[in-house]
């Protein structure tokens, strides 16, 4: 397994380096770069007597047919779109595990069909909507999408169709009826792992997530001439409430609130601030905490404003609830931890990931390796070759049992 995983890691790092920006991973949506990733992994495709196709979403998909097949399909995947300046492995390594879990299926004999898929389009870094080529996949896919247009005025209907595909064809990307469910293995993109000096967790739901901003209106004036008891200042309005905003996220299990985003006017060192727009965005595992976080979270700031004379208004951005990962599928995963030595860990996750919106379709689970430093959507993400290895025992145990037990 050591040399898998040590293939897998190779394999990031050989794609990291097809990028639309010499010296930094950079890799949007259906670039000229992409082609150059499909050619790679068709050719470990086809060695792997997987039959392979783009769909026309721009996602590689390749199958793989055991002459003992039960009919049944398991999907295995992730992504291959980078954010600007990315790191090698997110998305990456897990396309990569899928051809290695691939192999290790043929070898096992195992009666179960495989489709991995390369995943098109996940971060929205280009069109500003996440999920574009999981969407097609999962049949979810809104023709509405393909009037959305990129920084350059490409609508991604041309986009599609400059990369040689046919957008009349997208809903032929989606799954049909063999295919009994999902796994994706991931980084985690964050620090628990870490600091648990755990290798791999599954885990148990996409968190939900509200966005809001928050806008705070009061008096601009002379920063000298204005006493400070007759201000109106809507900048302190704000700061107190981004101090609440934390303290809140800090004292409820589970909640994380942020403030990531500040935009004050005039500005200026020497006007106090009249009008000041801030970001919210709250995220938590179960939907009635997180609903109820923001309520109390906008009544301290209407109370804020109140004492200090400014008015108070929030506009949403978005709403989204939480996704749970399939419990059966993610038990599958904890127990072949155990089963493989390792600690039975699963947690929720922050960040959302394709299998979000896979598991609208079908049952879906996600296998977490530990993101060294917590670091990623960064050119110094790194995995540990040990992780790896740890991931690619228990997605073997994991096959294993799916193909003994179906459906
Ligand atoms: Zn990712």
Do not use: Y
């Amino acid at each position: 397994m050591r040399e898998r995983a040590l293939r897998a890691i190779a394999e990031c790092r050989q794609i990291a380096a097809m990028t639309e920006e010499p010296g930094r991973i950079t890799r949007r949506f259906l670039t000229p770069p992409v082609h150059a990733v499909h050619a790679h992994l068709r050719r470990r495709m086809e060695a792997l007597d997987m039959t392979t196709r783009v769909d026309a979403a721009g996602n590689l998909r390749g199958l793989w047919r055991p002459p003992n097949g039960n009919g049944k399909q398991f999907i295995l995947g992730s992504h291959i779109d980078t954010v600007p300046d990315a790191g090698a492995f997110d998305g990456v390594l897990g396309v990569m595990l899928a051809l290695e879990c691939v192999e290790l299926a043929q070898e096992a004999k195992l009666p179960l069909a495989i489709e991995a898929i390369a995943f098109s389009e996940e971060e929205g870094v280009r069109f500003g909507v996440p999920f574009i080529g999981s969407r097609a996949v999962a049949g979810r896919f809104d023709r509405a999408l393909l009037a959305l247009r990129d920084a350059e005025g490409v609508m991604l209907e041309d986009a599609i169709r400059a990369f040689g595909l046919d957008p009349a064809g997208v809903e032929q990307a989606a799954l049909d009826d063999d295919a009994i469910g999902f796994l994706e293995m991931h980084i985690e993109q964050g620090p628990v792992l870490e600091a648990e000096g755990l290798s791999v967790a599954a885990v148990t739901v996409v968190v939900g997530q509200t966005r809001l901003t928050a806008e705070f209106q009061g008096w601009a004036n002379h920063v000298g001439t204005t006493p400070m008891r007759l201000r109106r200042d809507a900048l302190a309005g704000a700061a107190e409430w981004i101090g609440t905003v934390e303290a809140a996220a800090r004292a409820t299990e589970g909640l994380a609130a942020t403030v990531g985003k500040i935009d004050a006017t005039p500005n200026a060192a020497n006007v106090i601030a009249g009008r000041v727009r801030v970001s919210l965005d709250v995220r938590h595992a179960h939907d009635a905490a997180r609903t109820a976080a923001v309520q109390a979270l906008l009544a301290q700031g209407e109370a804020i404003a109140l004492r200090r004379g400014l008015a108070f208004q929030c506009a949403r951005q978005m709403d989204q609830p939480a996704v749970p990962m399939d419990e059966r599928l993610t038990r599958f995963l904890t127990d072949a931890m155990e089963a493989t030595g390792f600690a039975a860990r699963s947690m929720p996750s922050g960040a959302g990931h394709d299998a979000m919106v896979m598991a609208a379709r079908l049952p879906a689970a996600v296998l977490f390796l530990r993101s060294p430093g917590g670091v990623s959507h960064h050119p110094e993400e790194t995995v540990r070759e040990m992780d790896v290895e740890a991931a690619l025992q228990v997605a073997q145990s994991f096959l294993v049992r799916l193909a003994a037990e179906g459906r």
